[in-house]
């Protein structure tokens, strides 16, 4: 019987899904888990997907850790609990060039990539979704670049470690960046309250629908001969001269 999971790294909790699918094993859950998250401590802070290999006649377990989504590796390695709501709209990170390609030689042997410098491309365009820039440049400007061969050397070497200085001139260009994104989203939001706030104000001023005419007005546009002759006040009889 293999059990299919995924959990949080290094603190996997019991929960009615885990009980559900491991209870009915006849095995012990509370040490099922605890040993998951021995398994799985090197990916503290990050989804990872478990399979448990469970004998039923023996009551004896084997488990089988696979490496995090993409996704789940670029959030990590950004920090970030989740990832933007308005891709290619607002940017959340701004992460190295080296660290997608530490994702990348983690994750290429189940990526339907012909080679490492694939497998880069299909994680930068990952961090597209998600709102992740790389070496402050969109990802899709990251993707062209890989193809047109600018990033081979890097990719070649393999190097993953990002310097300190780096590190600061991202976080300084995120920053900026970050600023400048919420001022013109608070724009976009005062814009539109303004806009809201018009609309109400004219519904409120127009007139209500049906509302008699005051004597002397003026019949309404379109309106038919004979509406217009009732809307006009009754004529008074001339008085007679003596």
């Known amino acids: 019987m293999i059990v299919k999971l995924i959990v949080d790294g290094g603190d996997m909790k019991p929960g009615p899904a885990v009980a559900q699918q491991i209870g009915p094993l006849g095995i012990n859950m509370g040490k099922v888990i605890a040993d998951v998250n021995t398994a799985t401590l090197g990916f503290k802070g990050t989804k990872v997907p478990v399979e448990i290999d469970v004998d039923s006649k023996t009551k004896t377990y084997k488990i089988k850790v696979f490496s995090p989504p993409v996704a789940e590796l670029i959030k990590k390695a950004a920090a970030l609990d989740k990832g933007s709501g308005l891709a290619g709209g607002y940017q959340v990170a701004n992460?190295?060039?080296?660290?997608?390609?530490?994702?990348?030689?983690?994750?290429?042997?189940?990526?339907?990539?012909?080679?490492?410098?694939?497998?880069?491309?299909?994680?930068?365009?990952?961090?597209?979704?998600?709102?992740?820039?790389?070496?402050?440049?969109?990802?899709?400007?990251?993707?062209?670049?890989?193809?047109?061969?600018?990033?081979?050397?890097?990719?070649?070497?393999?190097?993953?470690?990002?310097?300190?200085?780096?590190?600061?001139?991202?976080?300084?260009?995120?920053?900026?960046?970050?600023?400048?994104?919420?001022?013109?989203?608070?724009?976009?939001?005062?814009?539109?309250?303004?806009?809201?706030?018009?609309?109400?104000?004219?519904?409120?001023?127009?007139?209500?629908?049906?509302?008699a005419a005051a004597p002397g007005a003026a019949p309404a546009a379109g309106a038919t001969p004979a509406a217009a002759a009732a809307a006009k006040p009754e004529a008074k009889p001339a008085a007679k001269k003596k």
């Open 95 to 211: 992460i190295a060039f080296e660290q997608i390609l530490d994702i990348a030689k983690t994750k290429q042997a189940n990526l339907l990539a012909k080679d490492l410098k694939a497998a880069v491309k299909l994680v930068a365009g990952t961090c597209v979704s998600l709102g992740v820039i790389i070496d402050n440049k969109n990802g899709r400007d990251i993707e062209r670049d890989i193809e047109a061969g600018v990033y081979d050397k890097e990719i070649k070497s393999g190097k993953t470690e990002v310097s300190a200085e780096k590190k600061k001139q991202l976080a300084d260009f995120y920053k900026v960046l970050k600023d400048k994104q919420d001022k013109d989203q608070k724009a976009i939001a005062d814009a539109k309250a303004a806009e809201e706030a018009a609309k109400a104000a004219a519904a409120a001023a127009a007139p209500v629908a049906g509302a």
